[in-house]
């Protein structure tokens, strides 16, 4: 079936240097995109998102990037602090679909 | 803060009973849905809910049903539990109408079911 996933189950990055986190997905009619970091015991908490008529979007310190053509969607961090430590998760959403799938996770650990 | 809160924060109960988990949205988040997340997992669609009814359903049995009230707060029930039901239970509220896709999530119910 349709899935999303993450190509790296762990990412450790030194405090001060950009974050990548990469995630592909099969559904080709997925027109929502959407980046979560969950916090040990937390609820997810939202990111950003993109919709399929974008290549990237920016927020503060974030950045997502769409590939449509490769179904590839990644998450970048600049100068990643310790706090951004967490398990960042992408979720796509298809056009008329009333859910969000998710992948597995990518857990970021940030070094001092 | 989502401003969507959750609860109990843990419940514990045995196979075979039955649970009920709340949710409260934030005002004028007409939709909310719910997803359960297993341990190392990504969270599951169950179902969501606009404005009072049941408008989509994930891969869940019947025993997992719930309710949404007009004070945008809402229930999960779980009837003949499974040890396989032990989870983290999250709900999800959207702002606006029910194409609004931003979903914002509450803390979550830790359910371990003995």
């Known amino acids: 079936g349709e899935s999303v996933g993450l190509h790296l189950p762990t990412l450790s990055v030194q405090e001060g240097d950009n974050s990548i986190i990469n995630c592909a997905y099969s559904n080709s009619a997925s027109d929502y995109f959407i980046w979560y970091k969950q916090e040990s015991g937390k609820g997810p908490q939202f990111i950003i998102d993109i919709r399929s008529n974008m290549d990237k979007r920016q927020g503060q310190r974030v950045t997502v990037l769409l590939n449509k053509t490769v179904k590839h969607l990644s998450l970048q961090i600049a100068a990643t602090q310790p706090g951004d430590s967490a398990v960042y998760f992408c979720?796509?959403?298809?056009?008329?679909?009333?859910?969000?799938?998710f992948g597995k996770g990518t857990k970021l650990s940030v070094i001092p | 803060e989502t401003g969507v809160t959750q609860s109990p924060t843990h419940l514990i109960k045995t196979r075979g009973q039955q649970v009920t988990l709340r949710c409260s949205s934030q005002?004028?988040?007409?939709?909310v849905s719910w997803y359960q997340q297993a341990l190392g997992q990504g969270p599951q669609f169950i179902f969501q809910?606009?404005?009072?009814?049941?408008?989509g359903r994930g891969n869940f049995p019947p025993r997992f049903s719930g309710l949404q009230f007009p004070n945008y707060s809402s229930e999960l029930n779980v009837n003949a539990l499974e040890l396989d039901d032990s989870a983290l239970y999250l709900c999800?509220?959207?702002?606006?109408?029910?194409?609004?896709?931003?979903?914002?999530f509450g803390p979550g119910t830790r359910l371990t079911v003995l």
């Open positions: 809910y606009y404005r009072e009814e049941e408008n």
């Open positions: 979720a796509e959403k298809g056009a008329g679909s009333y859910q969000l799938t």
């Open positions: 005002s004028g988040h007409n939709t």
């Open positions: 999800a509220s959207s702002p606006g109408d029910l194409h609004t896709d931003t979903q914002y």
